[in-house]
């Protein structure tokens, strides 16, 4: 008897001690490089080191790709669980592959999703379901080189508030130093920069259901030959983000427009090189700051069993108030938790670090990014990407290629419209 | 012979500046793996302080060491097997007459006017079938096939001494050990010359691994060059470090084995 | 029939022990042959037979037979006639470029023997680095903030182009690259293709007065006739595939899909936005494409060659 009882309680320790070390391995696609990617990394081993069961493995794709290869993988057959998506084409996902409402009863209680503030959690909603998670969202910032501001004679503490003074100081910076006076970001194919540019000029991108473009008022067209003007006149180079945030970074460029996101990089690069200066996008012609956030949110892929449950317990985790705060303290996305000062680390961050409080307070300006709907995606934002190439190389203006772009761009949307 | 002085000036000259050109970009590539980032916008080529710090930040960023072995890997397997499966190949056409030899022949050689463009899509759907994606089989296997290697080595057969089969028939050995003791031997330039070929060929792909490879720790050291162009916005010098290791290896190979590939350049002549 | 042992002159056949079809050589081709079979052939006839469905690539759903609907989708499409034309543009540039140029060049380094060493190993240099390591360098080269040509352009006193970010240069610009590539490597094909003259013969011909214009005429230019088809198919096939590398690292196609070509469209189409049936009827275009340069060269340049020999 006692043999057998040994023998037993041998087995029932192996087998607990066996699924003790049966570990679940979850796959993570993202867009983070760099400082960001090394902060995502050690928030993940903070997840597994709490949940000793769940091994989460992440995969790196370029921002400008991410969509494609995730796309590819999941037809591919290989194993995707959860995903960083651009906010943009969260409907497109949502349609285009067998994403997992995270509001689903059977997926647990659902208090956790409260915690986000509302109106970039809604991005997320389509028709009453959650499909994702706000988590990577930046708002743009105007980052500017207050040593190239002083070689050109001006002022290095009055930050351009409009576009018209921003345009002034990058002429002057332009003349007087030669360098580059100022870019600004294109971002996901064209399609973010625009969005901004024209938000913020008081047009309208796409409509709410996102099957159509209306850009192509006076305001946004306006905006558009702006953009053109500043390639013209040599202010702006042609190039791209990478080209132009490796510019500013080797203090090679006087300002540059571009997402919250790019803080600690930037802080980072700049020291012990030049004198960093951040303040809140420019306004256009005194009306008031309207621009939509940019960045990925977090879908759910996971099959139902072991891999969905591991998954959900991550994105709980994520969406912890102190977990998600730090995320957004290491790399300047925006805290995307209610009453994001409510929490002393926090607050004491912001306290500190003044370069910050632009990103902070411009929060309140934020919209939600338009959202591109189930179909005709893909081909409407080439139209935007090849409608900036156009208007850069300045051989016909805006008010000729932006109603044409539009055009287009409706006309790939408009098979949304049968259904 | 000789030319006119003249002309023979403007050829120098010409020579001279095209020879400047190709070096001049890859110096200053080189020069930039040295440089601290102060100096990546400098004019000057050469480092005025060089540093090691670029290549330890390229390996810090992407696992760089993984991208080397996972070529060094794979070029190694698959050059193998090409030049294995070639000289098999053409082995049976030269030393037998069967039925369907010419036909076979024809569709061996045909098979090298196919070019990739036209068998992507259904070797992808194949991969993605057998789940082969970011494994060495999806990189390797699929390209075995050279039907080049097969028409250079046939050349080669054909100036073979006859003489030495008759001995080796004559003592009896077999198609296999004729083969091992007397042809393989006489091969070692042209093998030697191909293994060059076929290493650059591989080791310089870029297409192929960025269709099949997805993972970090399963990239060959091309695309791993661009995921390193992608990933870091403001590392032009970790970039250079990048090429300059990247290109190691196919630099090295070709001065030790310089002779044999020149020598077999101008023996074959492409007729 | 028998087998009778390589036909490297011998006429004595193998012994055989009663076989008729012998079993060996089949045995050493098959590896080959299966290979080229599962990888080559079935891929060949599968893509056409691709072009002709409808699918994503998403194993849920199946494929949907479409008939001809591929092939209008394409033909219609803007970015086709993009294509189309820069593949013409890539392949058309590309003769003087890459097949005519090097030709001068390696008579000069032919007449030089063994002075010409140098030459000869420099001008293989770009053949020995990848495309990826070549268009990596060349687009920090040609930075428009900082690159190397701003900052001399700048030292000169003028601005430099944007070579890459406008759409009519920017093939251009890839295209003068793709030359820097392979213009070494040519040039040695041809020098190779003159190896096989006799020194002699052309120092008798000199005595007897020849100019060095009607050396290259009659001697040596139908000497090179092969090699020139040679590297003209290979230039073509080059132009279509390896400018893959660049068009990828470089401009992704654009701007305003100034740079990008049949090929780098049929990628997009099957691997970016999914839509293998326009990617593997963008794929049989091509290969009709190539079908057709093929018998041009017969009608004309194989002719051409053989009256000349």
């Known amino acids: ?71 590819a993988a999941l037809a591919a057959r290989r194993p995707v669980d959860v995903t960083s998506v651009i906010g943009k084409n969260i409907v497109f996902f949502a349609g285009a592959t067998p994403a997992v409402a995270l509001n689903d009863p059977k997926n647990g209680d659902t208090r956790w999703l409260d915690a986000y503030l509302p109106n970039f959690l809604d991005a997320g909603r389509i028709e009453g379901k959650i499909y994702a998670i706000p988590h990577s969202y930046g708002t743009p910032q105007l980052y500017y080189n207050k040593d190239i501001f002083r070689k050109a004679g001006l002022d290095a503490d009055k930050v351009p508030r409009t576009w018209d003074e921003v345009i002034a100081a990058a002429t002057q ?8 006076g100022v870019a600004h970001l294109h971002a996901s194919m064209g399609d973010y920069g625009t969005m901004v540019m024209v938000t913020n000029a008081g047009a309208t991108y796409l409509n709410k259901a996102g099957t159509k473009a209306e850009f192509d008022t006076p305001q946004g067209v306006a905006v558009l030959q702006m953009w053109q003007d500043m390639a013209k006149s040599g202010i702006m180079p042609v190039a791209n983000d990478q080209q132009w945030g490796a510019a500013f970074q080797a203090g090679q460029m006087g300002m540059y427009i571009t997402s919250s996101a790019a ?32 960045g990925a949110a977090i879908m759910l892929h996971a099959p139902a069993g072991p891999r969905r449950e591991a998954s959900l317990k991550l994105l709980r985790h994520l969406s912890r108030q102190d977990v998600s705060n730090h995320w957004s303290r290491e790399t300047g996305y925006m805290p995307l938790i209610r009453n994001p000062q409510a929490d002393p680390a926090m607050a004491k961050y912001i306290a500190e670090f003044p370069l910050v409080r632009p990103s902070i307070a411009q929060m309140a300006e934020t919209l939600p990014t338009a959202t591109w709907p189930a179909e005709g995606t893909l081909e409407a934002q080439v139209h935007i990407k090849n409608m900036l190439d156009e208007l850069w190389a300045a051989k016909r203006p805006a008010s000729a290629i932006v109603p044409e772009t539009v055009r287009k761009v409706n006309e790939a949307l408009s098979v949304n419209l049968k259904k | 012979m000789t030319l ?16 400047l050109s190709m070096v001049v970009p890859l110096l200053v590539a080189l020069g930039m793996a040295f440089k601290p980032p102060n100096e990546v916008y400098s004019l000057v080529p050469w480092p005025q302080a060089p540093t090691l710090d670029n290549f330890r930040r390229l390996f810090e960023q992407v696992p760089f060491h993984l991208y080397l072995w996972n070529s060094v890997a794979t070029t190694a397997l698959r050059v193998g097997g090409q030049i294995v499966i070639a000289v098999l190949c053409a082995y049976a056409f030269a030393r037998w007459e069967f039925p369907g030899r010419e036909w076979l022949f024809g569709a061996v050689l045909g098979a090298m006017m196919v070019p990739h463009t036209l068998t992507m899509i259904p070797i992808y759907m194949m991969i993605a079938e057998l789940q082969w994606f970011d494994t060495w089989r ?16 046939r050349q080669h057969f054909r100036s073979f001494p ?58 060959t050291v091309q695309i791993g060059i661009r995921e390193f162009l992608e990933a870091d916005h403001n590392d032009f010098g970790g970039l250079m470090a990048g090429v300059t290791l990247a290109s190691l290896p196919a630099l090295a190979v070709f001065f030790v084995f310089q002779r044999k590939v020149m020598d077999t350049f101008v023996a074959s002549g492409i007729k | 029939m028998t087998a009778t042992a390589t036909p490297l002159g011998t006429a004595a056949p193998l012994p055989l022990r009663g076989r008729q079809w012998p079993l060996a050589p089949f045995l050493y081709l098959a590896p080959m ?114 690159g190397h040509f701003v900052q001399v352009a700048r030292l000169l006193g003028g601005q430099w182009p944007n070579v890459l970010t406008d759409p ?142």
């Open chain 1, 1 to 71: 008897m006692k043999k057998i009882r040994s023998i037993i309680s041998g087995l029932v320790l192996t087998l607990v001690a066996a699924t003790a070390h049966a570990q679940t391995e979850i796959v993570f696609y993202h867009y983070q490089t760099g400082a960001p990617g090394k902060t995502l990394r050690a928030i993940l081993d903070d997840f597994q080191k709490i949940n000793p069961d769940v091994v989460v493995k992440d995969i790196y794709k370029h921002s400008e790709q991410i969509t494609g290869e995730v796309q």
């Open chain 1, 173 to 180: 910076i332009k003349q007087k130093t030669g360098m580059a």
């Open chain 1, 263 to 294: 803080l600690r990089g930037f802080v980072a690069s700049a020291q012990g090189k030049f004198d960093l200066g951040v303040a809140q996008y420019p306004l256009w012609k005194e009306q008031p700051r309207r621009v939509n956030n940019s």
């Open chain 2, 4 to 19: 006119g002085t003249p002309w023979r000036a403007v050829g120098h000259l010409v020579l001279v500046l095209l020879c």
């Open chain 2, 138 to 153: 999806a990189l390797v296997i699929p390209n075995l096939a050279m039907p080049f290697a097969v028409f250079l080595l």
């Open chain 2, 162 to 219: 006859r003489e030495l089969f008759d001995a080796a028939e004559m003592d009896g050995a077999g198609h296999w050990r004729a083969l091992w003791l007397v042809v393989l031997p006489n091969l070692k330039p042209v093998l030697s010359a191909l293994a060059i070929i076929l290493f650059i060929d591989c080791w310089n792909e870029y297409f192929w691994p960025l269709l099949v490879t997805d993972a970090p720790e399963s990239r």
């Open chain 3, 33 to 146: 042959i299966v290979l080229l079979a599962v990888f080559t052939y079935w891929p060949l006839l599968h893509t056409i037979y691709l072009s002709f469905v409808q699918w994503n690539m998403n194993p849920d759903q199946p494929m949907r037979w479409v008939g001809a609907a591929n092939y209008s989708g394409i033909f219609n499409s803007p970015l086709f006639d993009a294509a189309f034309r820069n593949t013409l543009i890539y392949i058309v540039a590309s003769i003087p470029l890459k097949v005519l140029l090097p030709i001068p060049i390696a008579i000069f380094v032919w007449t030089l023997a063994t002075r010409g060493q140098v030459y000869r190993a420099l001008l293989f240099l770009p053949t020995l680095f990848s495309f990826t390591v070549v268009a990596v360098v060349f687009l920090w080269l040609l930075n428009p903030i900082g």
């Open chain 3, 168 to 309: 009519d240069l920017a093939i251009w610009t890839i295209l003068l690259i793709s030359t820097w590539k392979v213009i070494g490597f040519n040039t040695l094909l041809y020098v190779a293709g003159l190896a096989s003259i006799n020194r002699d013969y052309v120092e008798a011909m000199r005595l007897d007065g020849a100019s060095d214009w009607s050396l290259v005429r009659h001697l040596l230019w139908p000497l090179l006739t092969p090699t020139t088809l040679f590297v003209l198919i290979s230039t073509v096939i080059f132009a279509i595939q390896q400018v893959f590398t660049p068009i990828d690292i470089m401009t992704e196609g654009g701007p305003q899909n100034g740079t990008t070509n049949l090929f780098y469209m049929v990628y997009q189409y099957a691997f970016r936005t999914f839509n293998v049936g326009f990617g593997a009827a963008g794929t049989v275009i091509i290969f009709a494409f190539l079908l057709a340069i093929t018998l041009i060269k017969m009608r004309t340049l194989d002719r051409h060659v053989q009256y000349q020999q």
